[in-house]
């Protein structure tokens, strides 16, 4: 059901013209009747040609302009009303601009008061519209004028209104639903109610949703118009009793969407735009309120760059939900006017922003949730999956690259694949007779998680995964000169007898012994305790000249070495399937060796 929204300045007869549409008088309070004046948000519907419309009715008061906004950024067609008797006035200046800083492309401008206008007055106030409304939304708008009172003109508007309805087009679901807040209540015996238009999605009962803020909330019952409904599509309004929050917990700017389908944040980046024929600059100085959906928060902004609409980072008193392509109104709280209105480009920008950036953040804010998502990561470089549909909504990129949970650039990618590289390279510098970098440091010796170590090694044809460690494909681990001279020494040592010396005792360094035992040159037995391949060979072909059982000094004397040599060896031979214990006595298991299912040898 597409939404009617009035605009204009106060006593223009614009409660009086909805009434007479809808046959209901929007305004709540008894204030409002009493005094002839619109303080709050007004609601009605009707059908108009069979077309069912619903309407919000705001305020033209300049004191109340806080609620006005807070109703305007849900209208489909905007009810701009221009009393024929007094013409343009400071608030059809200033709703005007509001409805052209938020994009409402769809209207009809209604002269009312006719019935107490002459000829003459209606063509001038007429063509006070005119050239108030060029270069604006409403440029193009019919002017029908009206007196609700006589009659005369209503069929007439809502033949302009349906034409407006029509242009509009049918609204769009997104599986995104939306609902700012406008206003909040209790039934008894139901509980916490809230209204708003609804946008990007249906909402059913039963629906689990989230308050931003205010927390999760289950969706009891729904009505639209009065009428219960079990499902409310998109651009209704719609009264939801919901349930897992207390009134004090929600209020007028409260944002309930999909759980985690958007994110609040404080600061923001955001193209501004300035009313036409504005005479007040947007600096840096200014205490201004943001206006976004039906919230109002104090904020600071930092202008960035020159220019009718330079780009600026806002950063609010309390945290907002917005996510790019977001549209909201700026005041200027010291002579309490709207100063203008922006676009939000990035919900959680970086740092600092390049001319570049903003271009192709302000580029993509009209194309789909896939190219907003493409720009956001291309500025950002790197940005977790979560936040950047949550952002972009709903967004996926077609550009981007996917690691785990963050997607990255292109370009980011490349340096950081270029920087794992050298990475590695260096780890081979450093250690020349490691096998390779453990895949286990990858991540905190080059700023890479796991995800993103997987997506550099598979996508870089210059390195290899092989086992724990990340190498150079042609790398290969070679001792130098002076290293491989040492060993030859320390081989002799070795191969002198099987009563063989610590390894403590011998020249190489820790780095050369264990690429030797990579290499299959050693056989490390204990934590001092090495041999070469061929002794041990010559040890387990002994095992069989032992008796069936045999003791450690059976063990040792029969080999002739030490019992510092002969308690590890026996529990190397033990832990490797050659031999069995059974308290103080061993026994050969097999004489053909371990099977395969046994203990690694060497």
Same mark, same amino acid.
């Given at each position: 059901m597409p939404i009617i929204g009035t605009a204009g300045h106060v006593d223009h007869g614009k409660s009086t013209l909805v009434q007479a549409l809808t046959g209901r008088d929007p305004d709540r309070w008894a204030e409002e009747k009493d005094r002839g004046l619109t303080i709050d948000l007004g609601f009605a519907w009707t059908d108009l040609e069979g077309t069912a419309v619903g309407f919000v009715d705001v305020p033209g008061h300049e004191r109340f302009i806080k609620n006005m906004l807070a109703g305007?950024?849900? @209208?489909?067609?905007?009810?701009?009303?221009?009393?024929? $008797?007094?013409?343009?006035? /400071?608030? *059809?200046?200033?709703?005007?601009?509001?409805? !052209?800083?938020?994009?409402?492309?769809?209207?009809?401008?209604?002269?009312?008061?006719?019935?107490?206008?002459?000829?003459?007055?209606? #063509?001038? =106030?007429?063509?006070?519209?005119?050239?108030?409304?060029?270069?604006?939304?409403?440029?193009?708008?019919?002017?029908? /004028?009206?007196?609700?009172?006589?009659?005369?003109?209503? %069929?007439?508007?809502?033949a302009a209104l349906?034409?407006?309805?029509?242009?509009?087009?049918?609204?769009? $679901?997104?599986?995104?639903? #939306?609902?700012?807040?406008?206003?909040? @209540?209790?039934?008894?015996?139901?509980?916490?109610?809230?209204?708003?238009?609804?946008?990007?999605? /249906?909402? *059913?009962?039963?629906?689990?949703m989230e308050c931003f803020p205010g927390g999760i909330v289950r969706v009891r019952g729904l009505q639209s118009h009065e009428t219960p409904r079990e499902t409310i599509g998109p651009g209704a309004r719609v009264a939801a009793n919901i349930v897992g929050v207390d009134r004090g917990d929600i209020q007028r700017g409260t944002l309930m969407a999909l759980p985690a389908s958007i994110d609040m944040t404080r600061r923001f980046l955001a193209r501004l735009h300035r009313p036409p024929r504005a005479d007040d600059e947007i600096t840096d100085r200014g205490a201004y309120h943001v206006h976004l959906g039906t919230a109002t928060v104090p904020a600071r902004i930092r202008v960035l760059g020159d220019g009718d609409e330079p780009a600026a980072i806002l950063t609010t008193r309390s945290p907002v939900p917005v996510a790019m392509g977001d549209r909201f109104i700026l005041r200027d709280t010291g002579p309490r006017k709207v100063v203008g209105g922006g676009t939000v480009l990035d919900p959680s920008p970086i740092r600092r922003p390049t001319e570049d950036h903003i271009a192709a953040l302000s580029q993509a804010i009209p194309l789909d949730p896939a190219s907003r998502a493409d720009a956001l990561v291309a500025v950002h470089g790197e940005i977790d999956a979560g936040e950047l549909s949550r952002s972009t909504g709903g967004g996926a990129p077609a550009a981007?690259? *996917?690691?785990?949970?963050?997607?990255?650039?292109?370009?980011?990618?490349?340096?950081?694949?270029?920087?794992?590289?050298?990475?590695? %390279?260096?780890?081979?510098?450093? @250690?020349?007779?490691?096998?390779?970098?453990?895949?286990?440091?990858?991540? =905190?010796?080059? !700023?890479?998680?796991? !995800?993103?170590?997987?997506?550099?090694?598979?996508?870089?044809?210059?390195?290899? #995964?092989?086992?724990?460690?990340?190498?150079?494909?042609?790398?290969? /681990?070679?001792?130098?000169?002076? !290293?491989?001279?040492?060993?030859?020494? %320390?081989?002799?040592?070795?191969?002198?007898?099987?009563?063989?010396?610590?390894?403590?005792?011998?020249?190489?360094?820790?780095?050369?012994?264990h690429a030797l035992i990579r290499r299959g040159d050693l056989i490390r037995v204990a934590n001092d305790l090495v041999f070469l391949p061929e002794q041990m060979d010559e040890i387990t072909a002994r095992l069989g000249d032992l008796p069936g059982e045999f003791t450690v000094a059976m063990f040792r004397d029969g080999l002739g070495v030490s019992r510092r040599q002969a308690v590890p060896l026996l529990e190397w031979l033990d832990a490797a399937g050659w031999t069995r214990r059974r308290g103080d006595v061993r026994s050969v298991r097999s004489p053909n060796g371990p099977s395969a299912d046994d203990a690694p040898s060497r």
């Open positions: 305007v950024g849900g @209208f489909d067609v905007a009810l701009f009303v221009v009393a024929a $008797d007094e013409g343009w006035m /400071p608030q *059809s200046e200033e709703h005007l601009a509001i409805l !052209d800083l938020l994009g409402v492309r769809h209207g009809v401008v209604a002269l009312t008061r006719i019935d107490l206008a002459d000829d003459d007055l209606i #063509e001038l =106030s007429t063509a006070e519209v005119v050239e108030h409304a060029a270069g604006t939304v409403a440029a193009s708008w019919p002017i029908v /004028p009206v007196s609700p009172p006589t009659g005369e003109g209503m %069929d007439r508007i809502v349906n034409a407006a309805l029509a242009a509009v087009g049918p609204t769009r $679901d997104l599986g995104r639903p #939306e609902m700012w807040v406008d206003r909040v @209540f209790t039934i008894s015996g139901a509980g916490v109610v809230v209204t708003g238009t609804l946008t990007g999605g /249906p909402i *059913s009962v039963g629906d689990r981007a690259i *996917s690691a785990g949970t963050k997607f990255y650039s292109p370009e980011t990618f490349s340096l950081r694949g270029k920087a794992f590289l050298e990475g590695v %390279d260096g780890y081979h510098v450093r @250690f020349p007779l490691r096998p390779g970098l453990p895949r286990s440091e990858a991540a =905190s010796r080059l !700023d890479a998680d796991a !995800d993103l170590v997987s997506a550099l090694v598979a996508a870089d044809p210059a390195l290899v #995964e092989d086992g724990p460690v990340l190498h150079r494909l042609d790398f290969v /681990p070679e001792l130098s000169e002076a !290293d491989e001279a040492a060993w030859r020494r %320390d081989r002799d040592v070795l191969g002198a007898g099987l009563a063989v010396p610590r390894i403590s005792d011998l020249e190489i360094s820790d780095e050369v012994l």
